[in-house]
């Protein structure tokens, strides 16, 4: 168990619809990342907050957005869904500070797994 | 556009066999690379190499890394069916997002 949770753990939707995926990262760190894991992409890396705010951008689409709350925790929002966002969404997790020991090792939570019909 | 390519992308092998999984990358302002070990939930972390030359090792697993032919490779000794999984190899760069590679399907065999 690496301290990292997320809900759903599964959510099936239709095309069209919107969903909200939910992250609390472990106890004290202060990043969280989002990645999207399909069959034929690999995982990859969507977004990244810290402290609440937008740290860095990776292959996010449009109709996704993310935000980070003061408590830390992060929310994964998406809309319009397509058949092609059918994927595993993982949150991640680690404390990113220069001086840290756990500056590049992120902690993965178990996922959510998302089918869109 | 950073780039990461593990090879192979699946190994069948028998229990006891000793496996080498290979990953190279391209990546702008190379800070680490990381290995990962996937079953059927999250990513789990094995190990994170900054230096070239430096072996790491945790039980029948070790990595070592090389900077200069970027590349890293991920041996296993004495496999056990406990370690059938997929392996995952992440760079870190110019972003604070990791880039995987496809990962390498790792089957043991009894």
């Known amino acids: 168990d690496s301290g990292v949770t997320q809900t759903p753990k599964h959510l099936i939707t239709a095309t069209g619809q919107r969903v909200t995926l939910r992250c609390s990262p472990r106890?004290?760190?202060?990043?969280v990342y989002w990645y999207q894991q399909s069959l034929d992409q690999g995982l990859q890396f969507l977004i990244q907050?810290?402290?609440?705010?937008?740290?860095a951008k990776g292959n996010i689409l449009e109709r996704f957005s993310a935000q980070q709350f003061p408590d830390l925790h992060s929310e994964l929002n998406l809309s319009s869904l397509e058949l092609g966002d059918s994927a595993l969404y993982f949150c991640?997790?680690?404390?990113?500070?220069?001086?840290?020991?756990?500056?590049?090792?992120?902690?993965f939570g178990p996922g959510t797994r998302l089918t869109v019909l | 556009e950073d780039k990461v390519v593990q090879s192979p992308l699946s190994l069948v092998v028998h229990e006891g066999d000793t496996v080498t999984l290979n990953c190279s990358y391209e990546?702008?302002?190379?800070?680490?690379l990381l290995w990962y070990k996937q079953e059927k939930k999250a990513p789990t972390f094995l190990f994170m190499l900054?230096?070239?030359?430096i072996e790491k090792k945790s039980g029948r697993l070790s990595s070592i890394l090389d900077k200069k032919e970027l590349f890293s490779i991920l041996n296993i000794t004495a496999t056990q069916t406990g370690d059938s999984a997929i392996y995952l190899c992440?760079?870190?760069?110019?972003?604070?997002?990791?880039?995987f590679g496809k990962g390498t399907h790792l089957i043991i065999q009894p």
């Open positions: 900054t230096s070239s030359g």
């Open positions: 992440a760079v870190t760069g110019g972003a604070d997002g990791l880039t």
């Open positions: 990546v702008t302002n190379f800070r680490s």
């Open positions: 991640a997790s680690n404390l990113n500070h220069e001086t840290g020991s756990s500056y590049n090792e992120q902690f």
């Open positions: 106890s004290g760190d202060l990043s």
């Open positions: 907050y810290y402290n609440g705010e937008e740290r």
